[in-house]
Structure formats: C-alpha cells, structure tokens
C-alpha cells in the first residue's frame, strides 16, 4: 500500500511539474534596449526593439507565409514586393536614436501601394505612426483611454486590467485586435476557441514585467498547437496558416529560466547583427556602439513579477491537489 501511495504521489508531482514549467513565461529582452537587425527575408537594416529581435523566427515565419499566400490569389511579383515591404515595416518597429522612440514608417501612399493586389488587408496602413514611446510601461486600460481607442476583442483577455505595455506595443496590438475581428467573422470557432485564439494573437507581444524593466511572453507553441490541431477545419486552417506556424514559436518546455531581480535600463544601443536563422528566438550581441539615449525617466511603475506570483500559486494549487488526492485515492 505504502509503495502504490510513493508511486502515486511521485507521477502526479512529475505531471504537476511539467505542466508547471510549460505555463513558464519567456523573458524576451529589455524594455529601453535596441538592437541593430539585418534581415533576410526583410531587406532591412536599422535598430529595432530588442524584444522583437528576440521573435524573428516568429515574425519571418508570418511575413514568408503571407507573402506565399498572396502568390497563389495574385500570380504577380509586384504584390509580393509590396506587400513584404509593407509587413516587414509593420513588423519590424524602427528605434529612433538617441531617443526613447519608435516608429512604424510605411510605404507612402499606403492604400494605394496596395490597390493592385486583392486578399491584402487594407487596415495595415492604418498605423502608421512616429515618435510613440519605447520604453514606459502603462496599463493597457490608461493606454486605451489615452488614445480614445475602443478593442473589438482584445479587451477579452483575462488580464485585461492588469497588463502593462508600451505605447509602441499598444499601437501594433490595434492591429492585431483588427486582425482578430476579421478572423473571428470569417471562421466559425467554438467559444472556447475563440477565447483561445485572442489569447493566443493578443499575448504575441509580450507584456512589461520585473518593474518594468523587460518583456515577457506568455504565449508559446503549445497554444499555438492547440488552436491549430483543435479550432480548425483544414480549409480554415490553410486561411490562418502563416500565423499558426508553430514550428517558430518557443517549446514552453525548453525555455530559459527568467532572471531574478531589477535590471538597469540599458544607456546605449547594442551594435547587434540578428541573422534569421530556423526556429531561433535570440539575438547575438557585441559591444555597445557610443549612440546614447536620451535621460530615461526613473519613475516607471512597480509592476509584480507574474513568474513569481505564477511560481506561488502554481505549487500551493500542487500541494493542496497531491494532499488530497493522497487521502482519497492513494
């Protein structure tokens, strides 16, 4: 009796272990720091977020399977030229030097850049948007009244009132919130997977965490897979095929250990060349050129770590879960 009770309690923890670290959120980079990025699919060469050089696999994944969906509607290379030149724009955010700035600049003349090709959503044109701010970190509630902006979907998030982003983020989460929308209307899902697919696109780009310090991801290729696998027919699938490339998402079981404790906010961009390479979600850094920001405000709100607050909660739910399904059943 006493070896079935060990046996039990062991392969529960065991399961209890795994299912802990697969909630893990990944930390993907500073919040003030830039890297220079040089891209292969995007023919770019500029600074970007270090948090959105942290998901190039990510982002080069959608932009490769949009544009190859867009071949197959138009049969024309100029739609995918414009069209790669309009979604690495919108992807890839531009850091403004010595400044705490970021841009999205797009092709001028947007709407009509895009007129000769059909299938393209015009509403990519809407953000374009300079001088939006790097590296404060807001409610995404204040951020929503600040702009006088009203969510279709992404307002469904659990942690809705409690998330905090940057204002670069809150405009291109405008974006995906209308990518939702746009989803939701053209594919039947279930509730349950509909919850699952705002969750899964509006948590894409992390959120401020460790005193606003940097960013995590809380998002990851098992919901990815989950949404793929149990939401869709195959028809609605080939449809939402470039943003379910799962393969690019990060293994919640593989990710690294979040580190612990303040980190300074970086003074300098790092001269760091990003290579898009296959499933990878780093970003390889050099020496710090001498480009400066400017004098980055030092009364950023106290935001908890919701790894921490995760770990807690995780291993009370376990203890009080093994506890009782040893008295009843082992």
């Not at 050129?289 to 739910?317: D, G, K, M, R």
Request: charged fraction near 20%.
């Amino acid at each position: 009796m006493a070896r079935t009770a060990y046996l039990c309690l062991l392969f529960f923890l065991l399961h209890c272990f795994v299912l802990v670290v697969s909630c893990n959120p990944l930390d993907i980079g500073a919040i003030r720091s830039c890297v220079r990025y040089q891209g292969s699919i995007c023919d770019i060469d500029y600074f970007i977020p270090e948090s959105v050089a942290n998901l190039t696999a990510i982002k080069d994944a959608f932009i490769e399977g949009v544009i190859m969906q867009n071949e197959i509607v138009n049969n024309e290379r100029n739609c995918s030229l414009r069209l790669s030149k309009l979604l690495c724009a919108g992807e890839y955010p531009q850091c403004i030097e010595e400044e705490d700035k970021v841009n999205f600049i797009l092709p001028e003349n947007c709407t009509q850049f895009l007129s000769t090709c059909s299938g393209i959503q015009e509403h990519y044109c809407d953000y374009a948007t300079v001088n939006l701010t790097l590296g404060e970190c807001k409610t995404i509630e204040t951020l929503t009244a600040e702009n006088n902006h009203s969510f279709k979907n992404c307002d469904r998030l659990e942690t809705w009132t409690s998330d905090y982003i940057t204002e670069w983020m809150f405009n291109y989460l405008k974006k995906i919130d209308e990518d939702v929308e746009i989803t939701l209307q053209n594919i039947p899902m279930s509730e349950k997977c509909q919850l699952k697919y705002i969750e899964f696109k509006c948590s894409s780009l992390g959120r401020c965490w460790d005193n606003g310090n940097r960013l995590e991801l809380t998002t990851n290729q098992t919901d990815c897979l989950f949404i793929r696998d149990s939401c869709l027919s195959s028809s609605h699938l080939n449809f939402l095929e470039p943003e379910l490339e799962c393969d690019s998402w990060p293994d919640a079981i593989q990710l690294p250990t979040i580190p612990t404790g303040l980190t300074d906010p970086p003074t300098t961009f790092n001269e760091t060349t990003t290579s898009t390479t296959s499933n990878s979600t780093s970003a390889t850094s050099t020496s710090p050129t001498s480009t400066q920001f400017v004098t980055l405000p030092t009364n950023t709100p106290t935001i908890p770590s919701s790894a921490t607050i995760h770990h807690i909660s995780s291993l009370l739910i376990i203890l009080l879960v093994v506890l009782s399904l040893y008295h009843n059943f082992c």
